[in-house]
């Protein structure tokens, strides 16, 4: 039986996680941002979850009250997931990451780590709220490109003679 968090139903505040998939691509593309992931981790606060999956963490925080991201997902040069901000879906419907003592698809056990008190998870700080919208605004944009693009075709004017052709 695993346990989960629904990150969009938590009260009185919703919860959100920053799942590190891969940490030797994730903190260095951290890094570029000026977020220090050791720091995250090691933080007295911090509240850590891992899978026993190899290079595989979660931090979980808080969110302001009624405020549901959308989750997005950070590809790597390998163009495999390396990090994933989660709270929701872009219609406010909930993310969710499994809990201790869940029992991962690998067979692996989640285990809490970290210094910080699950029950009462830190604010998510500043430097990885402005990078996570951000990356919203991103994805945003590629979406709306990609529609416009699919809905931009050019009337092509026809000569008189295509005309009396038709």
Not at 9 to 38: F, G, H, M, V
Not at 65 to 82: H, L, M, W
């Amino acid at each position: 039986m695993n346990f989960g968090l629904a990150h969009a139903y938590c009260k009185p505040r919703p919860t959100c996680a920053i799942d590190i998939d891969d940490y030797r691509e994730a903190k260095p593309w951290l890094s570029d941002k000026d977020i220090d992931l050791d720091a995250l981790l090691f933080s007295e606060d911090a509240v850590v979850i891992s899978s026993g999956k190899k290079f595989s963490l979660k931090l979980i925080y808080r969110l302001r009250p009624s405020e549901i991201k959308e989750s997005i997902k950070i590809f790597g040069v390998s163009q495999n997931c390396i990090l994933e901000f989660r709270c929701g879906t872009k219609d406010k419907k909930t993310a969710q990451d499994v809990l201790p003592p869940s029992i991962h698809p690998s067979g692996t056990t989640y285990q809490w780590y970290g210094h910080g008190d699950p029950l009462a998870p830190p604010s998510l700080p500043k430097t990885l709220r402005i990078v996570w919208e951000w990356q919203i605004e991103e994805s945003n944009k590629k979406r709306h490109d990609k529609q416009a693009v699919k809905y931009n075709h050019q009337s092509i004017l026809e000569s008189p003679r295509q005309v009396a052709t038709i």
